[in-house]
């Protein structure tokens, strides 16, 4: 017994770690423009794919670390050529948040055919970072695994130095909590949205290299994991990315208790359950402030 709540913990540890690195970027973009992106999940399967075309192009002698890192500059610039073709031309409207729910899921089926008519609907994999696996007492994980672990609070330490002491920090979210004021003071609020959805796609990007190092690679492998970031951040509370990321591992934890007590098919039901009893007891989520335009 006590291996398998090992097992459960190591598992819902690693769930966590992708879905805070996931659902950062998407709450960014919610408290910054007050949108649903709702191809944020397209953002972690492109990020996979440019990973692997570049290891393949830079040959197999090199560390795939350097395939991600310049993987990572090519989604950020993916995902402010995004904002600006897809959000912008839409900017001041009424019907904007209607609109850009449209205009995002066009944007999610193009690039996700783009990436099946690319790389073809053959499953492939990323070389993880490290190869081999770890066993110490009853834990047993991949050093893939692991990396994902101790990754993903560093990345996210990061976005919280940068969201809270510094310049363009604190410029996105003065823009989150009021647009006018912050034009207002000299701001360039079209250029912070353009940064807040280049650093989200960046880090959905991340999220789907590390995953794409210990899973194979599918054009919709990221549809699953956006719709635990949108529980995530609901659960977390709108407009809070720190509350979404401790919702993150919550969910992680869970997930990996109810896949292992109701079955895989189930799970999404209960979590969603879960959301929904959440948001009658606690509207404002779980870790949300009352203040919902606070990162």
């Known amino acids: ?174 823009v989150g909590q009021n647009q006018k004021s912050a034009q207002l003071i000299g701001i360039p609020v079209t250029r912070m949205f353009l940064v807040s959805f280049g650093l989200a796609a960046a880090l959905a990007g991340l999220a789907g290299m590390l995953l794409a190092g210990v899973r194979l690679m599918t054009p919709t492998m990221g549809a699953d994991p956006l719709m635990k970031a949108l529980i995530v951040v609901i659960f977390g509370g709108l407009g809070s990315v720190g509350g979404s990321i401790g919702a993150a591992y919550v969910i992680g934890f869970l997930e990996a208790i109810l896949i292992f007590t109701v079955g895989i098919y189930w799970t999404p039901s209960m979590l969603f359950l879960l959301m929904v009893l959440v948001l009658l007891f606690r509207p404002q989520g779980l870790f949300g402030a009352k203040n919902p335009s606070s990162l």
Do not use: C
């Open 1 to 174: 017994m006590a291996d398998i709540i090992v097992s459960i913990l190591v598992s819902g540890l690693v769930l966590g770690s992708l879905y805070a690195l996931m659902a950062s970027g998407l709450s960014m973009v919610w408290t910054t423009l007050g949108i649903f992106n709702f191809a944020h999940g397209v953002s972690m399967t492109v990020g996979a794919y440019v990973a692997y075309e570049i290891a393949q192009r830079l040959g197999p002698g090199l560390w795939v670390g350097y395939s991600i890192l310049i993987a990572l500059v090519v989604m950020a610039a993916i995902g402010a050529a995004f904002e600006y073709l897809l959000i912008r031309p839409f900017y001041g409207r009424d019907d904007m948040v209607l609109v850009t729910i449209m205009t995002t899921l066009a944007g999610l089926t193009f690039l996700e055919n783009g990436v099946l008519t690319v790389w073809g609907p053959r499953l492939k994999q990323l070389e993880p970072l490290i190869g081999g696996n770890i066993s110490y007492g009853l834990v047993n994980i991949s050093r893939q695994e692991l990396i994902i672990v101790l990754v993903a609070p560093v990345i996210l330490m990061a976005l919280f130095f940068v969201l809270n002491h510094t310049q363009i920090g604190r410029a996105i979210r003065a």
